[in-house]
């Protein structure tokens, strides 16, 4: 995996500053800012521990842990192209 990949991930926690997801043995962290851009959404309404999202990866940490973005809004087709951030 490498910035810039989109890859599917479980939730495995919601917190008040961001969604943990995990893809394969990494988790990824999607920071409160990067799950909504046309509203303050707290994470906790926008996604449900073990749902499965598409996150796009924005950097690597280390081997395990990863920061990410959710480019698609929710419920659109991950095939759609996100009209936000590039």
């Not at 990494?26 to 906790?44: K, N």
């Not at 990866?57 to 419920?75: E, M, S, Y």
């Amino acid at each position: 995996m490498k910035a810039g990949d989109v890859v599917m991930g479980r939730v495995f926690a919601t917190e008040p500053y961001g969604i943990y997801l995990r893809v394969g043995d990494m988790d990824v962290l999607v920071h409160t800012m990067d799950v909504s851009w046309t509203e303050h959404t707290s994470p906790r309404d926008y996604a449900q521990v073990g749902e499965i999202l598409p996150v796009k990866i924005l950097g690597l940490a280390d081997a395990r842990t990863a920061t990410g973005w959710l480019p698609w809004p929710k419920g659109t087709p991950i095939e759609s192209p996100d009209a936000g951030r590039s």
